[in-house]
């Protein structure tokens, strides 16, 4: 990677905000010193970022980016597949808050939760969903949540004013893009000339039994997921390969 690139280096200023200072200082340690040297000597805030000290050549500055703004708790991240405890991005989310002294904030809990039909969320989707409904009662406040997908299983995540999110939503590279938290829904509306990929795409994706699959197929349209503008686009690549046609709704 280039030693950090010009949106890297506009969204560490934009996050990082009075931390940015601080910021500079260490990723000027980092491009003079011996790698391996400056890994141990910031062992714990990598580790605290949850990046295996062990692989430093690996370490670089998008790296040394996330693990100081994940300690200094400007950022925070989530496993894709759900929290580690229930109300883990609430709590984080009240934390970034209280950096721009909005100390007083208070989350209407069964407002949102009851946006969430655990019934049909499917595993991998209930994050996406989250922060959507979080965004929407974030708004009287101006500030937004900001997604900093570094094309891994899980969300990394900030939050902004509106003002600034304006500054970095879309910035898409090699090596991460930066997402806001729409909700998007994809539909399958073709099964194309390949019908027999789409058919085992079907049952696999959606366990269904194979004497039932052509019944389900038959459907004009089907939903195939539900999340964030990745998630959707990853499935719709998967489908288009194999001859699908597909449609994408903004909910």
Not at 29 to 41: A, H, I, N
Request: proline fraction near 2%; charge should be negative.
């Amino acid at each position: 990677m280039t030693i950090m690139n010009k949106e890297l280096n506009l969204f560490a200023k934009i996050v990082l905000r009075e931390n940015y200072g601080e910021f500079e200082k260490l990723l000027s340690k980092f491009e003079t010193s011996d790698k391996k040297e400056f890994v141990r000597l910031h062992k714990k805030m990598f580790e605290r970022a949850e990046f295996d000290t062990e692989e430093y050549d690996d370490i670089d500055e998008q790296l040394l980016f996330q693990s100081f703004a994940i300690q200094v708790k400007r950022m925070f991240f989530v496993d894709w597949s759900g929290e580690e405890y229930v109300g883990q991005v609430k709590r984080s989310i009240s934390i970034m808050l209280k950096h721009f002294g909005e100390n007083l904030f208070k989350w209407n809990t069964k407002k949102f939760e009851s946006t969430l039909d655990f019934s049909v969320i499917k595993r991998g989707e209930y994050i996406p969903l989250l922060f959507s409904a979080m965004d929407k009662q974030l708004e009287k406040l101006d500030y937004q949540i900001v997604i900093f997908d570094e094309l891994s299983d899980r969300y990394c995540y900030s939050l902004l004013p509106k003002s600034d999110m304006q500054l970095v939503n879309g910035i898409q590279t090699a090596y991460f893009n930066i997402i806001n938290t729409k909700i998007y829904t994809l539909y399958l509306t073709d099964r194309g000339s390949e019908s027999g990929k789409i058919l085992l795409y079907l049952k696999n994706k959606f366990a269904i039994p194979l004497n039932e699959i052509k019944t389900f197929a038959a459907q004009p349209e089907i939903l195939i997921t539900r999340g964030n503008i990745v998630t959707v686009s990853k499935e719709k690549a998967e489908i288009e390969k194999i001859g699908g046609k597909v449609r994408i709704d903004e909910e």
